[in-house]
């Protein structure tokens, strides 16, 4: 796969994001290659717990604000539906992560952004270094991250979600932990895939039929409602994208300046 690497040890499987270059941003191919690597790990018997995790500097800047430029400058016919391509691609991805039977854990190193945050959120369980930071400032582009929202108020509830939503707040590991975010405190960068496959081994123990049908009593505790609201993201987001405010927020951040909102 061109941006994953898959590696199998025992019974856990490493799923890498392989674009450090661009910080692990969620370009159409890589979502692709996201969900078919999910598919074939799904396939291999032996895999009983996966670790999602990025090479470089960070986990994942979240959407890729260069593909958005290139659908803003498509005619103006086919933006909206390459749009909600787009978004259907993050929002099919994370509704397949918190389907998924096997155990799902996030080893955040580095910043999770937006989106990037979005896939962290649909994991089972997340370990993170001292220096991992999480934010969720779609609403500060001119967008609106209405995958991460949902996953927000669902993981750590409506009061918590605004303030980070509509603030735009960037929080550190510690904070992250202490919304229960985390299943233990911040580590060394050096030691997050380490402690990740601890928790990965841990949840292996059981026999897999067991723990495979525990995540799905957890997924359908959280209801249809959830996974309705990941649905329809997709069209809210990708209405959003046809705004004035978008197209001024993503060329601003590609000309490294501060936005002049209309």
């Not at 799905?216 to 997924?219: A, D, F, K, Q, S």
């Given at each position: 796969?061109?941006?994953?690497?898959?590696?199998?040890?025992?019974?856990?499987?490493?799923?890498?994001?392989?674009?450090?270059?661009?910080?692990?941003?969620?370009?159409?191919?890589?979502?692709?290659?996201?969900?078919?690597?999910?598919?074939?790990?799904?396939?291999?018997?032996?895999?009983r717990?996966?670790?999602?995790?990025?090479?470089?500097?960070?986990?994942?800047?979240?959407?890729?604000?260069?593909?958005?430029?290139?659908?803003?400058d498509?005619?103006?016919?086919?933006?909206?539906?390459?749009?909600?391509?787009?978004?259907?691609?993050?929002?099919?991805?994370?509704?397949?992560?918190?389907?998924?039977?096997k155990?799902?854990?996030?080893?955040?190193?580095?910043?999770?952004?937006?989106?990037?945050?979005?896939?962290?959120?649909?994991?089972?369980?997340?370990?993170?270094?001292?220096?991992?930071t999480?934010?969720?400032?779609?609403?500060?582009?001119?967008?609106?991250g209405g995958?991460?929202?949902?996953?927000?108020?669902?993981?750590?509830?409506?009061?918590?979600?605004?303030?980070?939503?509509?603030?735009?707040?960037?929080?550190?590991?510690?904070?992250?932990?202490?919304?229960?975010?985390?299943?233990?405190?911040?580590v060394?960068?050096?030691?997050?895939?380490?402690?990740?496959?601890?928790?990965?081994k841990?949840?292996?123990?059981?026999?897999?039929?067991?723990?495979?049908?525990?995540k799905?009593?957890?997924?359908e505790?959280?209801?249809?409602?959830?996974?309705?609201?990941?649905?329809?993201?997709?069209?809210d987001?990708?209405?959003?994208?046809?705004?004035?405010?978008?197209?001024?927020?993503?060329?601003?951040?590609?000309?490294k300046?501060?936005?002049?909102w209309?």
């Open positions: 796969m061109q941006h994953l690497d898959v590696r199998i040890h025992d019974h856990v499987a490493t799923v890498l994001i392989d674009r450090p270059e661009k910080h692990g941003a969620l370009s159409p191919g890589l979502l692709f290659d996201l969900n078919e690597a999910l598919g074939d790990v799904h396939q291999e018997k032996k895999v717990a996966v670790i999602l995790s990025s090479r470089g500097d960070h986990f994942c800047s979240g959407v890729d604000l260069q593909v958005f430029q290139q659908i803003a498509l005619p103006e016919s086919e933006r909206m539906q390459q749009w909600f391509e787009y978004w259907r691609a993050v929002s099919e991805t994370c509704e397949k992560m918190l389907r998924f039977p155990p799902i854990i996030a080893a955040v190193d580095g910043a999770a952004i937006g989106a990037g945050f979005a896939l962290m959120l649909a994991a089972d369980l997340s370990v993170a270094s001292k220096r991992a999480f934010a969720a400032d779609a609403a500060r582009r001119g967008l609106v995958v991460t929202t949902a996953l927000l108020s669902f993981r750590v509830g409506a009061s918590a979600a605004a303030r980070l939503t509509l603030a735009g707040e960037t929080i550190d590991a510690e904070e992250a932990r202490r919304l229960n975010l985390l299943c233990q405190g911040p060394a960068s050096d030691q997050v895939w380490v402690v990740a496959n601890e928790w990965a841990r949840c292996s123990e059981g026999p897999a039929e067991a723990v495979q049908a525990s799905r009593l957890l997924n505790s959280v209801g249809e409602a959830l996974l309705t609201q990941i649905s329809a993201a997709a069209a987001s990708a209405s959003a994208c046809t705004t004035e405010s978008a197209a001024e927020g993503v060329s601003a951040f590609l000309e300046r501060k936005p002049s209309p």
